[in-house]
């Protein structure tokens, strides 16, 4: 109703405008008293002018007639009445939150749409009420998917950016036992701020999913959509699961030990979920630790791949020690399983590269047989660990993978064994030119395990073979996508 409206009073000022030229140019004809330039030698004067009037008078009128282009995003919405939750997320909490925001205005009688802060631009944000869920990673890092984004965060040239006709609202998801607490939150509301736009109220901070900030994000949704009486957001449900074995994959090893362990679910329910999906544990309340999932549903049982971690002081992890210490077997599990669409796996038509070491062999693992299920033809593991002797997680089976074509290539590097090739960005490098091949073929490359010590080195090993411009293209296509902690 609104935009009709803009569009034709902007008809009629243009109208006026022209009326205003034409007025003028009349006007001018009038003073006019010297012989006018010759256009040509055989023709009037005075009837060239009248024909260069007459085609100005012509081009006026289409001026005005003809079909306009389409408003700028800015006057077609600033009086646009839906919510837009908007997420970036790196391991799917952020978007699981983005879309309980989206019911909860739903119920309460609101629109509501869900977008990934990726794929949008900041233009599209003009005139719009959004509420942003935002998740940080590395170390004060916006998440992968959004990193195309955060260079217009960063960019210095930003006088286009207009967000005066923007509302907004940040809940910034982060852990407080990191230095940049909450910083790509942060940064984004900073932003939104300096170019002009309304915070609807102040940013939340939640740190380690506490739920006492989730319950203010949810008060204010309900407050924003008109409710005053809201039931409290239901705490993440979990589910009863029990230990059926547990097994030390790495005895002798220099390293932590790593315990493989399978969990069956009580009672006769099948849950589903995807490759590439996350086990949210809950040994407590108030303690909550993710593991990948290492198994695919069809087997019936989650599977994973647990360190037993020990602090600087030495004193021993919370979740880890519960999981592959305390827990006996046949004790109940509190498990959620989290959807993660960041790491699950491309069409089974698109080459895969799997790169990862120590327990990010998990993930890899599940990515791998789900591919095999789905008839891929094209996977290839590079894995990197401390021994060959005592740390070849799942060795066998991996073997017999290369054996039976489910992986087309399998490359192990080993650190402390003095090879040449200790690590698997040295792996890497020495298989540039097939690398260039599966990439120039479509290929993706999922990345799993540590952030210290290996995302980056493969990431410094990818940019110098492959190029950045290629990297950055890759990731902000979806080809090249890391789950690491
Ligand atoms: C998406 C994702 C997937 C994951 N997948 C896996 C997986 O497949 N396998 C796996 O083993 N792990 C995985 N992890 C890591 C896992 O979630 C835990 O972080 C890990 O098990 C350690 O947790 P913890 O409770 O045992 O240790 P915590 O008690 O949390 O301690 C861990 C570290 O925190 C520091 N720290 C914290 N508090 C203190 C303190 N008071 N004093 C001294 N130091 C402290 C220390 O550096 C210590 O080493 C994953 C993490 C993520 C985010
Ligand atoms: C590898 C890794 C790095 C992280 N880095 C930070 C950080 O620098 N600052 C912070 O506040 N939180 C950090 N976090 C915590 C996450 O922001 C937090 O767990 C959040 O809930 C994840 O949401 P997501 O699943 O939507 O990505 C990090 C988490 C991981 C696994």
Known sequence: MSSTHNHWRSRIGNALVLALLAGLAAWLWTLQTSHWPTLAPQMDVRLAAGLSFTLWLVLCAVTLLLPRKKPA?????????????????????????????????????????????????????????????????????????????AKYIDAKHQH?????????????????????????????????????????????????????????????????AGQTDTSVWEAAQTQPWILAKRTLLNPGSQGWPAYHLVLKPFGSEKPQWQAGDIAEIHPTPQLQRDYSIASISSDGQIELLVRQMQRSDGSPGLGSSWLCEQLNLGDTVPLRIRSNPNFHAPSPSTPLILIGNGTGIAA????????????????????????????????????????????????????????VQRYVQDALRAQSQRLQEWVNNGASLYICGSQEGMAPDVETALNELLGETTVTTLRQTGRYRRDVY
């Open 73 to 149: 995003i800015k006057q077609q919405h600033t009086d646009d009445n839906t919510w837009h939750v908007i997420h970036a997320s790196q391991t799917g909490f952020a978007l699981e939150l983005a879309e309980r925001s989206v019911r909860l205005l739903r119920d309460a009688g609101q629109t509501a749409q869900l977008h990934d802060l990726g794929e949008l631009t900041p233009q599209q944000l003009q005139g719009k009420r959004c509420l942003f869920i935002a998740s940080t990673t590395g170390e004060g890092d916006p998440p992968d998917t959004v990193l195309a984004f």
């Open 160 to 224: 286009c950016i207009d967000f005066s006709t923007t509302q907004f609202a940040v809940l910034a998801l982060g852990d407080s036992s990191y230095t940049e607490f909450c910083a790509f939150g942060h940064r984004l509301s900073r932003w939104l701020l300096e170019h002009g736009g309304t915070p609807l109220f102040d940013l939340i901070e939640v740190d380690n999913a506490a739920p006492g900030a989730l319950q203010r994000w949810q008060q204010q949704l309900a407050n924003l």
């Open 364 to 419: 890899l693992r599940a990515l791998t047989k789900a591919r095999a299920q789905e008839g891929a033809k094209q996977t290839w593991l590079i894995f990197g660990e401390r021994s060959a002797a005592h740390d070849a997680f799942f060795g066998d089976e991996l073997e017999h993978w290369l054996e039976n074509g489910t992986l087309t290539h399998l490359n192990r590097t080993f650190s402390r064994d003095g090879h």
